[in-house]
């Protein structure tokens, strides 16, 4: 199933297929909705918000996200036996650290630099733009790898940020190539059964025709996918799990906490905005983990857009 087909409300929400109780185990990402809807979100929330220009920067970045995956040529189609394949042995087929990359990755990053020199940047992210622009192609590979490794130094954080972000673009136009009907959830259901990568937040749907249900949003690739609700995403336990918020909050999203582990994720409730994105929000709500992290919980994932703060 393509994210933004034909759901009630929204861009994400429930079931879209009539009649069907059942909810999806999987949602594609559609690279024509996913960036523009982020950048969207995010000017939305920046109003008097206390990060409103950084929360701006991000919506300007989300938009050259969006140029680079619609300017683009269209992907190729992988092979369906390796898919098969990959799937049979539980692996994800675009696994994010064993995936030989196209170049063509490396066009969107260049057409994303385009776009945001068009854009009103501030001087430390119009500096780093120019010291990527001037990276060697090696450099860049690095850079990515590093990202998808999770090894990038504190050194390489700003220009990691435009690979990471020009990879998104990558993973998400691949994931959107892929025939849902070929995929299944991993063993490790807190994984992202298109790339492997963890998520960026959950999400509760609001309504279709199972609303309530939880899926969980890839920070790579953009693959929405069905995890039961009330497990921690980290060790799957279900003992010491509760919800936490910042106290007079519009309960748009809550901090679900696990005792076990000491880990949370975030949950934004679409039943309270149908607006609500699960990367917008969480960008928008660094508050919540500021609370949370200082009462001894640590993130399940970071959000890659989070390199530089």
Known sequence: MKQGGTPPTGKWVGNPQGGVKTPEALFLPNPMLRFSATADRLRALSGDHPMAEWLTFMADLSDAQYIAATALAPMAPIDRSLIDRSVAGRIPPLAADGHHRNSAWRDGLALMLDALEGSSLPAPARETIIKVRSSTTETIEDLADGFLRDTVRGADAGPALYVAAALQVYFT???????????????QRGLCPCCGSTSVSGLITASGDAPGIRYLYCSLCSTAWNHVRAICITCESSRKVSLQEIEGGPGIVKAEVCDDCQTYAKMIYQIKDTKADPYADDLATLGLDIMVSEAGWARHAPNPMLLVG
Request: glycine share 6%; net charge positive.
């Open 173 to 187: 136009r691949l994931a959107g190539s892929l025939d849902a009907s070929a995929l299944r959830l991993l063993p």
